[in-house]
């Protein structure tokens, strides 16, 4: 995987080994890179190319951007629906298929019970198992201990879901210590993440960092 822009001349190559980032110095050019992924995440047009084996693909299937830290939510509702879809394939495997049939009728014979002790004739809708699944509250189990740790959770349940994606960060490192960013790069490297820090502040050079800066005067460093 690549990204190349008509912004600066490098270009990002996403190898095994290493956490891309970009520090961009330039206020108006860090607004409008990231201003231009965003609206291609949207279904717009923009100057910003992501490729894999040479071959441009959606910024929208392709690549998230997080640049929210204080309430981090490992259960985005897009997220829970795909896990409610992934639980309703579940559910058609024989065995399953059999046992939520038997409880569905057993739920439907029950509120057909307290329907009849009311003095009016009551309507409701068919139940079904995706009906079912929204309604208990499925969600992701949080076990994580510190908001770092819930951020890499979080990368391994979308490549679950929805498969390798590229994840950019936006400023990551004004909230997180070295000591956890170091954590962060280190776990990426293993699981083989995809990712990009975007600052917009010079800081002390990751280990496993492969970065480019781009200064106040749009030098490339």
Known sequence: MKLASTLFNEVLFFEEGFVNSIIIENQKCFYNFLKDI???????????VLSKGNIPVSFAKNAEVIDSFLSFDLNKKTLVNKIINQLEKNSLESDMFYKGGKLLGEIENYVDDLAAMFPFRLEYEKLNIISLL????INVADDADSDIERII?????????????????????????DEDMIMFCKDAILHKDKILLVEGTDRKRLPTEKRLLIDEDLCEI
């Not at 965003?38 to 910003?48: D, H, K, L, P, R």
């Not at 929204?134 to 509250?137: L, R, S, V």
């Open 153 to 177: 959770n979080y990368i391994e349940l979308v490549k679950e879901l929805e498969g390798d994606k590229l994840f950019i960060f936006v400023n990551m490192r004004s909230y997180f210590s």
């Open 38 to 48: 965003q609206a291609q995440i949207e279904g717009n047009e923009g100057c910003t």
């Open 134 to 137: 929204k309604a208990i509250g």
